[in-house]
């Protein structure tokens, strides 16, 4: 078989809608997907690692990267910088790993322009909802983590960032969890199933079939 390159997965969702949880139950079972670890200037909460988590980063590193053309998408969010590194994706994709991104929409769309812009390829966007607004803010408010201040302004944002799904390539709906999931991995196996992406990676079986039929 061919050695083909892989596959750009965004991953995008309102806070609390259960992207992160999905995304990791998704590598646990997958050893073809890589995740970026993006920069962030964000501090560091309890539990997190460096260089696992994120890359934390101070802002004055964080706007020299940025000024030296290092992250293929990157942007502010609650007041923290978060950027994905530019060569590190495409290093893995070269290498024919599917690479599968966290990030807003705004990220997600700036990621695939510059796919298609600098590479010629084109990405997957996946957006992930919650199955009602009173889902989403007990999940929020379920955390512990934050006052109603802030729960109130992430919902505020959590409706900005749903107004935008329509970017996306494919919709999940995260209500029971297995059966999200499920959704999430078909996409991705859809993905290399499809028929540019075997034809590559069979270009030998292909043209020995075909050859062998003509005779």
Do not use: C
């Amino acid at each position: 078989m061919a050695l083909v390159r892989g596959h750009l997965f965004t991953v995008s969702a309102p806070s609390g809608a259960g992207k992160t949880s999905l995304v990791d139950a998704l590598l646990a079972t997958d050893q073809r997907l890589k995740v970026s670890v993006s920069h962030t200037t964000r501090p560091m909460r309890p539990g997190e690692v460096d260089g696992v988590n994120y890359h934390f980063v101070d802002a004055a590193t964080f706007a020299q990267m940025v000024n030296d053309g290092r992250f293929l998408e990157h942007a502010t969010v609650f007041g923290n910088a978060y950027g994905t590194s530019k060569d590190w994706v495409d290093r893995q994709l070269s290498l024919g790993s599917d690479v599968i991104l966290e990030i807003d929409w705004q990220g997600a769309q700036q990621t695939h322009e510059w796919l298609a812009a600098e590479l010629g390829e084109s990405g997957v966007g996946i957006f992930i909802l919650p199955p009602s607004m009173e889902a989403l803010q007990a999940r929020l408010t379920g955390r512990g983590q934050d006052d109603e201040a802030v729960i109130a302004g992430r919902m505020a944002a959590a409706v900005d960032e749903m107004r935008h799904y329509h970017h996306a390539d494919y919709l999940i709906v995260n209500d029971d969890f297995e059966a999200a999931l499920a959704d999430l991995q078909a996409v991705i196996q859809a993905q290399r199933l499809s028929r540019t992406q075997q034809q590559q990676q069979y270009k030998g079986l292909l043209a020995a079939l075909i050859q062998d039929s003509d005779q």
